[in-house]
């Protein structure tokens, strides 16, 4: 399990790649340091500058490690008996004023799978609410949604990273790897070194279109648009795969004649995209053997997210390019755990092994798996942005783990007040966050180097992380925490603290479901380098490509979904005549909570900034580096103008990774997608007014 006696391997503590890395004890305040583990076939030694400074975040500087309790208005260190003693004693007199759903629980898509096990386990038997979500709803809901009503199942890939350089031609869709998972590039670079073919959808020319063949830059929230321009085009030129409609999907004339109302030139006007080149890619995407077609943020944070994928996905469908080899649909997760954070019972509408709330034969197998009686579960919830909203109203009172709404929620100034509205607010984090900064009691946990668990990566593999290193004193893991917090409850019997118990208690609830792990073993892991679900038995071989002799629906077919292109929930006007479009950078990861404390990333990606065209911003009287306010119908912010010709001249962006003065989230729209909640990320309309130098 380790290179030598004094180095551990694991995995990274950021994105989906979860990339491998190994942990060199040094002795040192930094008690580790990251050495390249070649042997990962992941990444296969490749770092970002995330991951190689990852070692930074477990320095003890910022971390929490004690208890805070908030008393006159100020956090103050506490006992943890006295801590947990009062969070057991206000939810549960919460709970008996205002009914049990007034007690919430908001996780994270970057909890193992042991602990969005047990949260999940802790909503719904400890404190039998329903009103639990988890921020993995704002990441990748949309294309879940989707997936699943095309499927069957939703898993993000459906197949290895290392068989898109199989691929004859790849189409990515708002995804700028470049910057969010820069060892993932290697794999596009191989598909061209193999005659393959790269087209970009993006707004922005990213450091990934950079690489592209083909650049596609439509206006944000057109690319459902874009999508069914591109099937027209297909069937116009008779480049669909009759064969495979016929045999291997369903739903095929309804979904053909909703693209064939959408006209190319029609769709050019509204993307923005010429036609020539909608035509090439159509071209690059047909003349392939076999072809991809990979979405991220850019088309699923949309209030028409899982209809924009579904368009996608209906792309591939009509060509033959699903079920076979180095072929398919695929998203691109962004959490640690996107991808196992959303299988195993923390989302409001599911129960471990991606079983559905609702379903009565799957809440009599989880109510079996943890002795309780199936009619004591309680129903689904509200999603995570509907959670957050009735905070201070339905709900009044919350446990929240992992996650950092007051940066990462839309809307986030409203957030933030419902916050603050709140009877009671307990927050589990490394570090005092925004959103602990809120709470009434902060409860100080381990991260991913201190404790043991598992990950699911956007392969669909599930890896282990390791502990290299012991938590500082004071520090408790979280399901150290939930045990405590169950037993207070009358219920800690149910709540292991080891890890691996938990695991093996997650692999029977899981058993049977659609995200099946009941053959995965901390023990297969570690000697398989992962292993893909479903996995049903200690024999299984694990599942690396799924849908190769039929799809998950009951009669083995793909789904199409004929859908429609509307416009963003908030188009440009008179008074807000701009897009603003929001995203990542290259050195900060989500809400900036562990990389905004890394000295190196910090002094690569200092603060926050609007990114516009030179055209627009001679328009505005504006110079690169000037103050610019941002305005929308949500809030204002001031930040400093980077000017580039990278950007559309009618669009702005902003990355999200900081709070107050030039957050980004101050002004998304959480405008809901009606099947996925998901809320519109990409797609707002601000104005931008200068800022007169004091
Ligand atoms: Fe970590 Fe993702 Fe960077 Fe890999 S690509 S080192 S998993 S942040």
Same mark, same amino acid.
């Given at each position: ?223 459902? $648009? ?76 949309? $209030? ?62 989880? $109510? ?327």
């Amino acid at each position: 399990m380790s290179n030598t006696v004094a180095t551990t391997d694991t995995h990274c503590p950021y994105c989906a790649l979860q990339c491998g890395m190994g942990l060199r004890r040094t002795g040192g305040a930094v008690p580790v340091s990251v050495v390249e583990r070649p042997g990962f076939p992941v990444n296969r030694g490749a770092l970002c500058g995330k991951g190689s400074n990852a070692a930074a975040v477990l320095a003890p500087g910022a971390r929490l490690s004690t208890p805070l309790v908030r008393r006159d208005g100020e956090l103050r260190p506490a006992g943890w008996d006295e801590a947990l003693d009062l969070v057991a004693d206000r939810l549960t007199g919460t709970a008996a004023a205002y009914g049990r759903d007034a007690v919430g629980v908001f996780g994270g898509g970057g909890l193992t799978n042991e602990k969005a096990y047990l949260l999940g386990k802790f909503a719904r038997v400890a404190l039998r609410t329903s009103a639990i979500d988890y921020n993995g709803r704002f990441c990748m809901s949309s294309a879940a949604a989707a997936g699943t009503r095309a499927f069957g199942l939703d898993r993000g890939l459906p197949f290895p990273v290392a068989d898109i350089p199989g691929a004859g031609c790849v189409i990515l869709v708002g995804s700028n790897p470049a910057e969010t998972m820069p060892p993932f590039v290697r794999y596009l670079r191989e598909l061209r070194e193999n005659g393959g073919t790269l087209v970009v959808v993006d707004p922005r020319r990213t450091r990934t279109a950079e690489l592209a063949d083909l650049h596609l830059a439509p206006r944000p929230g057109t690319d459902l $648009a874009l999508a069914l321009g591109l099937l027209h085009l297909v069937v116009a030129d008779g480049r669909t795969d009759e064969d495979f409609i016929a045999g291997r999907t369903t739903g095929w004339a309804e979904t053909r004649a909703a693209a064939m109302a959408h006209w190319p030139e029609h769709v050019e006007a509204v993307t923005g995209v010429p036609l020539p080149q909608l035509r090439e890619a159509a071209r690059l995407f047909c003349d392939a053997d076999s072809a991809m077609v990979l979405t991220a943020r850019g088309p699923e944070q949309q $209030a028409k997210g899982t209809d924009t994928v579904s368009a996608w996905i209906n792309l591939c469908l009509a060509t033959g390019n699903a079920g076979r080899p180095n072929a398919g649909y695929g998203c691109l997760t962004g959490q640690g755990n996107g991808q196992g954070g959303r299988e195993h019972g923390q989302k409001a509408d599911q129960l471990p092994g991606y079983r559905k709330l609702d379903d009565p034969a799957a809440r009599a197998h989880v $109510a079996a798996v943890w002795g309780v009686d199936p009619d004591s579960l309680p129903g689904p919830g509200r999603s995570a942005y509907e959670l957050l909203d009735s905070l201070g109203g339905e709900v009044r009172a919350l446990l929240l783990t992992g996650s950092n709404p007051v940066v990462s929620a839309p809307h986030a100034g409203h957030v933030t007040e419902r916050l603050r509205s709140l009877d009671f607010l307990v927050v589990s984090d490394v570090v005092l966050s925004e959103t602990a900064e809120l709470a009434d009691v902060v409860l100080p946990v381990a991260q991913w180097a201190e404790e043991t668990g598992t990950m699911t990566n956007l392969e669909g593999r599930v890896i282990l992380r390791r502990k290299a290193v012991d938590a500082p004193a004071g520090v408790r893991t979280d399901l150290e925490v939930l045990h405590a917090l169950a037993a207070r409850l009358g219920h800690g019997e149910g709540f292991p603290t080891d890890p691996e118990k938990a695991f093996d208690e997650l692999r029977r609830a899981s058993a049977g479901g659609p995200a099946d792990y009941a053959g995965i073993s901390y023990e297969r892991i570690a000697a398989e380098d992962g292993v893909f679900w479903p996995c049903s038995s200690p024999e299984h071989p694990g599942t690396p490509r799924l849908f190769l002799e039929r799809f998950a629906h009951p009669d083995g077919r793909a789904r199409f979904t004929p859908v429609q292109h509307r416009p963003a929930a908030e188009e440009p006007d008179a008074r807000y005549p701009v897009r603003l479009t929001t995203g990542r950078v290259l050195a900060q990861y989500q809400s900036g909570a562990q990389t905004r404390r890394v000295d190196a990333l910090n002094a690569a990606a200092p603060g926050p900034y609007v990114e516009l065209h030179p055209l627009l911003a001679d328009r505005l009287g504006v110079r690169d580096g000037d103050q610019v306010a941002v305005v929308s119908r949500r809030g204002r912010t001031v930040t400093p103008a980077r000017l580039t010709t990278a950007i559309r001249p009618d669009t702005v962006f902003m990355p999200f990774h900081w709070a107050g003065e030039g957050s980004a989230n101050i002004h998304t729209n959480p405008a809901l997608d009606p099947v996925s909640r998901m809320p519109e990320f990409k797609a707002c309309a601000v104005r931008l007014e200068p800022v007169a130098s004091a």
